[in-house]
């Protein structure tokens, strides 16, 4: 059976195009995540919500976007409440959430909840994230959490490098002549001095003369060819391996 069309549908029957106007079809608030309802906490748990509680009633531990939400909480104007924000039981949730105070061991022992124990056994950083996301919220919480997880002692002792492996140092070749083998390097970005503000230094392997050749931060591979060719090749003829860790 084919679907309706302007031609088959009914003079009396309206298309449909505003049906939704005005309509919510989930409000806000049940869209809450209630994690913790029903859920009886016990342990460490059960101290980090009692001192989360305590804090919560410690304005000084809270922050500014916490207080403006009690106070929006705490308006006899029911119009400008906000629905991200409730007081459940004395603990202030955002979106759901629990919102931890301002107090770094107690977001250290939340964190150390779900990343240092043996049931979650040290995941990762985003792993880590989304088990602390499951119940609680403070504002950086995404910062506070990476920097936690890169720093555990244990995480950094054990878990494997993911890139691959870095490469050997080769050692030079026994040099027999003089200006054969040269190594370059530049200093760069130096306060600007007649034109210049960088230094091109060239230096024979085996008598261990230099030269410094006066050039700008700014000049681009094909100048600092040039300048190589007029002030060292000049003088010491074709040579056989440069040595440099950078470009111009
Ligand atoms: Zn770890």
Not at 53 to 61: E, I, R, W
Not at 200 to 227: C, N, P, W, Y
């Amino acid at each position: 059976m084919g679907k309706p069309d302007a031609l088959s549908r009914r003079a009396d029957h309206r298309n449909g195009a505003s049906d939704n106007e005005n309509i919510v079809l989930l409000r806000l608030e049940f869209l809450a995540v209630r994690v913790l309802e029903g859920v009886e906490r016990t342990g460490v748990e059960q101290k980090i919500l009692s001192d989360t509680h305590k804090g919560n009633q410690n304005g000084d531990q809270e922050e500014p976007i916490a207080k403006a939400a009690r106070e929006l909480w705490s308006s006899t104007n029911k119009a400008v409440h906000s629905l991200e924000w409730l007081n459940i039981d004395g603990l202030l949730r955002f979106r759901g959430k629990i919102y931890v105070p301002q107090s770094p061991d107690l977001r250290r022992q939340i964190v150390a909840l779900c990343h240092d124990t043996q049931i979650v056994g040290h995941p990762g950083c985003w792993k880590t994230l989304e088990l602390v996301s499951q119940d609680y919220w403070w504002p950086q919480m995404s910062r506070y959490n990476g920097q936690y997880v890169s720093t555990c002692d244990l995480c950094l002792q054990t878990k494997p490098w993911r890139h691959s492996p870095i490469g050997e140092l080769q050692p030079l070749s026994v040099l027999d002549a003089r200006w054969d083998t040269l190594s370059v390097d530049f200093v760069v970005k130096l306060p600007e001095s007649s034109g210049h503000d960088a230094v091109m230094t060239v230096v024979d392997a085996i008598s261990k003369r230099v030269h410094f050749i006066l050039m700008h931060t700014m000049v681009i591979a094909e100048g600092a060819a040039q300048l190589f060719l007029h002030y060292v090749w000049k003088l010491h003829g074709l040579l056989k391996h440069v040595v440099s860790n950078r470009g111009p």
